[in-house]
């Protein structure tokens, strides 16, 4: 009790040297730190929370921030199985995460990734922005009632650095005739407001370049690609500046024509993306979603003056490259047409990549590259109870999935968890088995001489290295909700496990104790 009494006392003592210090100089110690273990610490005393939980605090927090990549595959039917939406997390070092990001529901689809906040359209009424690290999510109305022309391309999520608001944006499409695939207003909605604001475009724009070319949200600005058949490019990229609710048209570089292969995959792909705090375009001629021959990316370094820079000349994407790519932190990512995803160091402005050398990250199976999509993201401390004027905020949930078209799949995972706890419950029984074995022959010859004893253990050694197979013990990793990844390779770990118990049943356990027993009875025969 006394100890105890001590501890309690030291760590107060503790705790009342560390709050002396100034309120500037904790900050600066919690800037090093993960969002995660400030979350923890914020339990520790109400100064801590104070600070931990200031919306200022948590601004300044995102400049020291680690940048991962999100990659994010929806929900489909593959196979005839069907697939919930899910996530993987890669860190600085390439290395992916385990568990399911638990802020995405299985029907969930991404519209954008911002300052560790994501924006998720539902199949319902609500779009959700949640936070990855604290798992608060804040839930607002969409701006059209009918969901019928409804679509999560038409969404994107962003923040203004001048006026520190995050907002969604809508292309809001007409139900007409005459304007099937296109819009010409842009609906907006600043966290904390209570309503959606209309703002027109200068002129009727395609949505289909919105679904098929992505939209970059930079320094305050959203750019995105429209029509413009009189260009090289035949689109032209527009631009919307969020605060000043301004259009603005941007004209795309020259380019040079005898760079393409003319024949086969006459057809280009076109995206634009946010590259290192920049927005880019990059294009590369297609045959059936592989693309070939060059990835070339532009980077816009002047609004004002709209010059255009090339940024990389990628050579030799055939045969293996699909139309996923994603340039960050210094490294392309592709998928190759065996459904594995590689990353490659980006080694200059004009380079040729060599299969030989890329590295691989992880294996896309059984999901294909189908809707695919990448995103910079941080895990930040941004709350959102603050923007709960015209919305409401949920508190971290549960992970069970209360949805009846996924009660299957919930059945199944919870199948799952139930033989690992089976498996572990008969290998345990098997270890006592063993344990108990090796006791009773050790009782029995303990009065033998030693060169009976010396015969009977080498046969007890024999038998233990046969059981060496056993795996140890360790705790079930169904308990937490995996990432479809990392759910296969637990399957297949499961499956050998399994495997290894088929080959020493408790049939095979209570033979080598009848042999043990045996070579004593010989033991005793011989005394």
């Known amino acids: ?71 994010f595959s929806p929900q489909g039917s593959i196979s005839g199985k069907l697939y919930p939406s899910d996530a993987i997390i890669f860190d600085e070092a390439w290395l992916p995460s385990k568990s399911a ?83 010409n207003v842009i609906q907006v909605y600043t966290l904390g407001d209570e309503k959606w604001k209309d703002v027109v475009t200068p002129e ?44 603005a048209r941007i004209q795309l570089p020259a380019v040079d024509l005898e760079d393409w292969t003319v024949g086969i995959g006459d057809d280009r792909h076109y995206w634009i993306m946010e590259i290192d705090g920049k927005v880019c375009v990059s294009t590369a001629q297609s ?10 990316i532009w980077t816009l370094d002047g609004h004002t003056d709209q010059r ?41 402005k004009n380079f040729e990549i060599e299969l030989s050398k890329m590295a691989k990250l992880l294996d896309l199976s059984p999901r294909g590259e189908d809707g695919m999509q990448f995103y910079a993201c941080v895990k930040s401390l941004v709350p959102l109870d603050v923007y709960a004027k015209a919305a409401i905020v949920h508190r971290p949930k549960h992970l069970e999935w209360k949805l009846k078209k996924w009660e299957a799949w919930e059945q199944d995972r919870l199948m799952q968890k139930d033989v690992w706890r089976t498996m572990h419950q008969i290998e345990h029984e098997l270890m006592v088995l063993k344990q108990r074995m090796i006791l009773e022959v050790k009782e029995k010859t303990q009065h033998f001489p030693d060169g009976i004893q010396q015969r009977i253990n080498m046969e007890v050694d024999l038998i233990l290295q046969h059981m060496q197979d056993y795996p140890e013990q360790h705790p079930n990793p169904m308990l937490r909700r995996l990432n479809w990844v990392e759910t296969m390779q637990e399957r297949k770990k499961l499956a050998a496990r399994l495997e290894k118990l088929k080959q020493v049943s408790y049939e095979a356990m209570g033979a080598s104790v009848v042999r043990a027993l045996s070579c004593v009875r010989a033991s005793d025969n011989l005394d």
Not at 217 to 229: C, F, H, N, P, Q
Not at 287 to 296: A, I
């Open 1 to 71: 009790m006394a100890s105890k009494t001590t501890t309690r006392k030291q760590a107060g003592m503790e705790e009342s040297i560390i709050n002396c210090l100034p309120t500037e100089l904790i900050e600066h110690i919690f800037f090093s730190l993960p969002a995660s273990c400030l979350l923890q610490c914020t339990s520790v005393c109400k100064k801590w929370h104070k600070i931990i939980r200031d919306s200022q605090f948590a601004l300044a927090h995102l400049q020291h921030a680690p940048s991962c990549t999100l990659l």
């Open 101 to 183: 990001v638990p802020v995405i529901g299985p029907d969930d689809r991404i519209c954008g990734s911002c300052n560790g906040l994501l924006c998720l359209h539902t199949p319902t009424s609500m779009i959700k922005i949640a936070n990855l690290a604290t798992g608060e999510c804040l839930h607002l109305k969409k701006p059209t009632r009918s969901l019928k022309d409804d679509h999560f391309s038409f969404y994107r999520f962003g923040f203004h650095p001048a006026t520190k608001e995050y907002m969604v944006i809508h292309f809001f499409q007409k139900s007409s005739p005459l304007t099937v695939g296109r819009f």
């Open 204 to 247: 009727s724009l395609s949505l289909n370049c919105v679904k098929n070319s992505g939209v970059a949200i930079v320094d305050g600005t959203m750019y995105w690609l429209a029509e413009d058949m009189g260009s090289d490019w035949q689109h032209v990229v527009m631009s919307f500046d969020l605060g000043k609710e301004s259009f």
């Open 287 to 296: 045959l059936e979603g592989m693309l070939f021959g060059k990835l070339q």
């Open 308 to 348: 255009w820079n090339q940024k990389y000349i990628i050579h030799h994407l055939s045969p293996f490259a699909r139309g996923l790519h994603f340039v960050h932190g210094g490294k392309i990512v592709i998928q190759h047409r065996d459904s594995n995803l590689y990353s490659y160091e980006l080694l200059g």
